[in-house]
């Protein structure tokens, strides 16, 4: 599909719907084209609404690859060769969603497009940092913060693992969630 793991792999995985939005990473992707810095690729993985809009804006870019759908197996491989994991939601986005938890299960360091509780949970876990979607010079700014800095990268990756493991694993969910199912139902029949 084009993606080289000989790249610092900025990936999204997911549907191109109202809550997200590429144009921040393609306008650094442009800037870095333009310069001729081919250190990083952004590969985007979905489909959408939206998809015709990013794919001429990022048009003629070689650090730009369009995967279209994935399976599971093609989110694996790209789960354990991406550099950094895009959440790049809308400003009033409210919630931590799905994607964060999904690149925090491989590991993947988390480039999160809007702020609030994700931002805060992120900042907690050090396990990645908050952009604001209206300016992709701050995306940029992580980006590069993190290629000249391993350590600060490679410790962003242990957190990411590590928390997903400790606190959003099925195993911590769902036992969490089965104790508070009976916790409920003993109150319940306190009541009663």
Same mark, same amino acid.
């Given at each position: 599909m084009g993606v080289d793991p000989n790249?610092?792999?900025v990936w999204f995985v997911g549907t191109y719907n109202r809550w997200m939005d590429l144009t921040p990473a393609i306008d650094v992707a442009k800037t870095l084209h333009e310069e001729g810095d081919h250190r990083f690729q952004f590969v985007f993985s979905g489909r959408g609404d939206h998809a015709a809009e990013w794919q001429d804006r990022?048009?003629?870019?070689?650090?730009?690859v369009f995967t279209g759908g994935?399976?599971? #197996?093609?989110?694996?491989?790209m789960r354990h060769r991406s550099w950094a994991g895009l959440a790049a939601y809308r400003l009033g986005f409210n919630g931590v969603g799905n994607k964060i938890i999904e690149y925090m299960a491989g590991g993947v360091?988390? +480039? +999160?497009?809007?702020?609030?509780?994700?931002?805060?949970?992120?900042?907690? +876990?050090?396990?990645?940092?908050?952009?604001? #979607?209206?300016?992709?010079?701050? +995306?940029?700014?992580?980006i590069e913060r993190w290629a000249r800095d391993d350590g600060l990268h490679s410790r962003l990756k242990v957190n990411a693992r590590r928390a997903y493991e400790e606190r959003f694993s099925a195993s911590r969910v769902y036992g969490a969630y089965a104790d508070h199912l009976a916790s409920v139902l003993r109150r319940s029949r306190g009541a009663a």
């Open positions: 790249k610092r792999i990022a048009a003629g870019l070689a650090n730009v994935v399976t599971a #197996p093609e989110i694996s491989w360091p988390v +480039l +999160l497009g809007m702020g609030e509780d994700s931002a805060r949970m992120l900042s907690e +876990l050090e396990c990645g940092e908050a952009y604001d #979607p209206r300016r992709s010079s701050e +995306l940029r700014e992580i």
